[in-house]
């Protein structure tokens, strides 16, 4: 549940990283986001999450308790929210060399379970990467063709648990400039469209792609953001306002040197500067994910003694409270009741009108 996810983040730091996050709601404005970034450690295989409240600095959260199967790395992780539980999409051999990629699940971020591996067929798997649309659940992943080239596949989540999926399907429209290969895929939906950002395999530089119809099909290249010195491991995520910032490894090797990044406000089509990120997360590649809080229109408030009973529709959401005059943030500790179908919110009740929250889902 998101209270699980919001207890992790602010055991992470004594100042609370959700609290830093959150900006003042003020005339409409909504707050900026926060960050939670997922990669591995390349000196023992294994995954790594941080949290960011401004999407460069990130700090690691720690303890992460999983072991994959024997004989299994894990790589390449991507984090996904889905129906209140956590999971995390990896790379289940050292570079990619099995035939399937694995999957995690948690339901705190800090202990995780192993779910199921995700046959892909013949030839090497790398770098899975979630994406939802109002259709379901998709994964993304690089596999080598027939011709050796390395081209962007996707599978469907065939059930709600995650558990089953489709056989491999190619995404529409990459092929086009597929005299190249292209490995570490990224969807994100932006605005009223698909971006699909991954690396050109046969030399350096990203290569991004648009598609106003689906996650998976009828891409068509907008850009190549070639700066001289990106590698790889290069995800997108959206800033809130028309911005999107892109994440990539920048020159490998370079003692504290592991991802930089550089911010787009047309889309892809131009990038700013390149810099560096900061912290304690030395990612050899990452994806990152954005969460905003939103205001909420309450369908129910109740009061009764020191007590709120809020209600409305979305099960997997987490109401949040605040004062009115905006200085001072406090975040609401809810438990659920799946068949009322309800948050009960134990804090009291101020005398001054508050502002209820709800925490979005992951983009």
């Known amino acids: 549940m998101m209270a699980s996810f919001l207890a992790g983040l602010i055991s992470v730091s004594s100042a609370g990283p959700v609290e830093e996050a959150r900006a003042a709601f003020e005339g409409g404005e909504i707050p900026r986001p926060f960050f939670v970034a997922s990669s591995h450690d390349d000196s023992n295989q294994r995954p790594m999450l941080a949290v960011s409240s401004d999407g460069i600095d990130f700090q690691r959260i720690t303890p992460f308790n999983f072991t994959p199967p024997a004989g299994d790395g894990c790589r390449d992780c991507s984090l996904l929210f889905w129906k209140g539980r956590y999971y995390l999409a990896y790379t289940a051999g050292g570079f990619g060399l099995v035939t399937y990629f694995g999957i995690a699940v948690s339901d705190n971020l800090t202990d995780w379970s192993f779910l199921v591996n995700v046959p892909t067929g013949d030839g090497y798997t790398w770098a899975p990467e979630w994406c939802m649309d109002d259709n379901g659940v998709y994964i993304t992943f690089a596999k080598m063709n027939e011709v050796g080239h390395w081209s962007i596949f996707y599978v469907k989540a065939?059930?709600?648990?995650?558990m089953e999926w489709t056989a491999k399907s190619p995404v529409g429209g990459t092929e086009a400039v597929n005299t190249l290969s292209h490995i570490d895929a990224q969807v994100i939906r932006f605005q009223?469209?698909?971006?699909?950002?991954?690396r050109n395999y046969g030399g350096y530089g990203a290569h991004l792609f648009r598609s106003d119809t689906s996650p998976v099909e009828g891409y068509k290249l907008i850009s190549r953001p070639n700066w001289e010195d990106v590698q790889e491991g290069q995800c997108l995520t959206d800033l809130g306002g028309g911005k999107l910032r892109l994440y990539f490894i920048n020159r490998p090797g370079l003692p504290g040197v592991a991802m930089s990044f550089a911010d787009t406000l047309d889309g892809g089509l131009t990038f700013g500067p390149v810099s560096p990120i900061t912290g304690n997360f030395p990612a050899p590649?990452?994806?990152?994910?954005g969460f905003t809080a939103d205001p909420l229109p309450p369908v129910r408030l109740e009061r009764t003694g020191d007590s709120v009973r809020f209600s409305y529709s979305s099960a997997d959401n987490l109401v949040m409270e605040t004062s009115t005059t905006l200085d001072s943030w406090k975040a609401v500790a809810p438990s659920f009741d799946s068949t009322l179908n309800e948050w009960w919110l134990s804090q009291p009740v101020q005398e001054a009108p508050s502002r209820f929250w709800r925490l979005r889902r992951p983009r």
Do not use: K
Request: charged share 0%; glycine share 6%.
């Open 285 to 289: 590649h990452m994806s990152v994910t």
């Open 158 to 162: 065939a059930n709600a648990g995650l």
């Open 192 to 198: 009223h469209h698909w971006l699909l950002v991954c």
